[in-house]
């Protein structure tokens, strides 16, 4: 009987040519589209039980945020409040060996991994990632990390829709989106908003909103939050009274706020960066030990202000219901861009979707205090600026600005501040736009020099074929031929990729490296031939616009191009990035 790998391998290759057959818009994307959903919306539950573990381990309670001074951790009673300390650091200790041994990729923030990964990776991302990195981010905030649950859970999430796509043999076109999907159950379950993870999903991950892929995260996000609902229950994420503005005129103190909000979150992007750019600099050990060393620097700001302990919730919460005063507020805004930015320094896991929420809020209501002193008429609205300014915070600092007025409507279900939250929304991202050409997700990106947003040149294409562009392709492989002779001509070859045939020359997919090695891992390969693991692989049309297979050819990085195939499916051509540059370089 074939093995467990070789059945796989089989499985996948029939699961490839019917999602072929059937259209990317078909069931059998809406059927990984829900499974997708399904499995984020219990990765992001479990998650949440993850975190809530940890923190009562490092701290011996359930929130240290939501506690009063700074109480004993009834496991080191004799330590009395200075095990804030060492929290962090026992805490790095753990993580950062994990981290820097399995999955690098864990590190950080999180979502502009998977931003590059659909644009650059065709939606690959390593399945470890999602274990590594839920148990580096619930270590890191158990232990005081002062970020987000919310990053981590889009890369987990996204790395099982790419692991659940990959296994079924989907094309890069459906793979995206299955990452896609992914992201927005995360978002959809942990903060019961699933409109909120489509729109995330669409304005920030994909960067697009096809009627395609809207359909399956759609579907997706549904699914996560049925389960989030289930389990976790049917509430507003951040149960708060009711808040209304009933002044017209008092839309322009909201714009005003749109403008300190939008300039707010572009300072937290830029003081993330420089403090990252400093602890690079000062760090010379070996790096799995960074968090370790610089968790004792974290421990000393939690110390001295332990509302900074984890992502810190109840204190956001308490900052809208007008409960700090207006030199706490400030004191708690400034210390949250520190306490982020050192945490994700240090080299932390964690997101920076909650910061900006948190910082938002303490920015808002502060705004709001200010305001009631110098218009007496606003006395009482601390909590409507406190909310409209998390979200215009975080279209400051994201640019997303459909995702920022959503996301707040669904996390507190008040619906009257709708009007102000879109107008405040609007003008920060309006100034973030001025103020930086990058967002705080992109920025880590453009660092790398890898620009998401550039201008790519068309004009030169137009008029263009396939046909035109392509060269003779790699050496094709028999779909009949062993598996492991098949490894053996890809290594000899000086290709990362081959087009695999039918005995009548129709392409029935494309052999790497990656998927060779993966399937010959097991020891029972006995029958298993390079058909049944190859992928589908988007081949153009000899007919097909250049223009228009431009991007699928750019986002080709584990076959370095696509394969041509003319009307009857028959192998012709390849076109890879060198051919198009040729013929960039030849029209200009």
Known sequence: MPSASVRGARWRSAASAVGDRIGVGSL?????????????GLAAVGFRWLIVGATQLFSGTADYAATTGHPVNPWV???GPAFIVLAPAVGGLVYGPLVHRFAR??????????MYAVARKGGRIKGRVAVVKALAS??????????GREGPIVQIGSALGSRLGTLAGSSESQLRTLVACGAAGGIAATFNAPLAGVFFALELILRDFAARSFAAVMLSSIAA???????LGNYPFLPLPAFTVSDPGEMLVFAVLGLVAGGVGVLFSKVLYAIEDACDWLWRGPEWLRPAVGGLLLGCLLLAIPQMYGVGYPVLQNSIL??????????????????????????????????????GATTGAAFGQIAAAAMPSLAGQTGAFALVGMGAVFAGSTRAAITAGLIIFELTGEYTLILPLLLAVIVATAVSA?????????????????????????????????AQAMTAPPQPLAAALPAREAAAALAESASRAAPVVDGAGRLAGVATAAVLAEGLEDDDVAGLTV???????????EADGLSAGVDLVLAAADTDGLPVVDGQGVLTGWLDTKHVLRWLVAST
């Open 225 to 231: 939050s049925v389960v989030g609902r289930a389990l």
């Open 138 to 147: 619930a270590l890191t905030i158990g232990s005081g990390g002062s970020v």
């Open 28 to 40: 059998y994307l809406v059927g990984l589209a829900v499974l997708v959903g399904l499995g984020a």
């Open 434 to 466: 001025l103020a930086s050409r990058d967002t705080i997700y992109t920025r880590k990106l453009l660092r790398r020099g890898i620009d998401l947003s550039a201008p790519q040149q068309r004009d030169a294409l137009h008029g263009l074929t396939v």
């Open 531 to 541: 058909g049944d693991l190859a992928q589908s692989a988007g081949a153009l049309r």
């Open 322 to 359: 007008g409960r700090y005063a207006l030199p706490f507020l400030l004191l708690l805004t400034v210390a949250k861009v520190v306490a982020t930015s050192l945490t994700i320094g240090i080299g932390g896991s964690g997101g920076v979707f909650a910061p900006s929420l948190f910082i």
């Open 77 to 79: 009673p004799w330590l």
């Open 105 to 114: 990729e864990a590190r950080g923030h999180g979502v502009p991994e998977v």
